[in-house]
Every structure is written in C-alpha cells, then in structure tokens.
C-alpha cells in the first residue's frame, strides 16, 4: 500500500533552515507528481510546492525564492529545502501524492519557525 513518511521538521529561529524529507513506498514513485501541503492553526491547508514526474517545478508565491523542492527517484525521496524561515512559515507540512481521484496524505511533521 501506499506510504508517504515525512521527517525533518522542528524549531528553527526566523532566518534560519531546515529539510523535510518525504519516503515514498508502495507505488511507481518516479511516475508522479509530488506536492508539499502546510496547514498553519485555524487556516486551510495550502500548497506549497510541486514537482513533476518530469521535474517541472512550481511554488506558492509565499514561498518563492526562498524554498526549493527535489527529488531522489531512486531514493523514493521528495524533498522541501526551507531557507529565510519566517514565523508565518509555522504549520504541519504533510507530503502529497495523486493517483486518479485518490489523494495520499502522510502524517505530516511540524515546522516552528520562532521569532
């Protein structure tokens, strides 16, 4: 069945970085897109950044010029690397995969982002 574990969140000081990693198994990783979702306290959950199964790449306008996502197909890997955090960047990350009409969700890692 289809796993996606995300590690790599934590407490972090505005200014500083951190890299979530999400493990993929159960699937034909290197044929999908894969998403990194956030959801802050009492706010919807947001898209944060897509990679393709080509390694298109696109982000949320919040994010731009300060995350960059990658991926290890041979790893299963999808990364989220996360520079200038700000306070606002403070939210559960979760990792994101669709397969036809069903949506694959991990259980996400908390960020902190202190100010």
């Known amino acids: 069945q289809v796993q996606l574990v995300e590690s790599g969140g934590g407490l972090v000081q505005a200014g500083g970085s951190l890299r979530l990693a999400c493990a993929a198994s159960?699937?034909?990783?290197?044929?999908?897109?894969m998403d990194w979702y956030r959801q802050a306290p009492g706010k919807q959950r947001e898209l944060v950044a897509t990679i393709t199964s080509g390694g298109s790449i696109s982000y949320a306008d919040s994010v731009k010029g300060r995350f960059a996502i990658s991926r290890d197909n041979a790893k299963s890997t999808v990364y989220l690397q996360m520079n200038s955090l700000k306070p606002e960047d403070t939210a559960v990350y979760y990792c994101h995969m669709l397969s036809g009409y069903i949506n694959y969700w991990g259980q996400g890692t908390q960020v902190t982002v202190s100010s």
């Open positions: 159960g699937f034909t990783f290197s044929s999908y897109a």
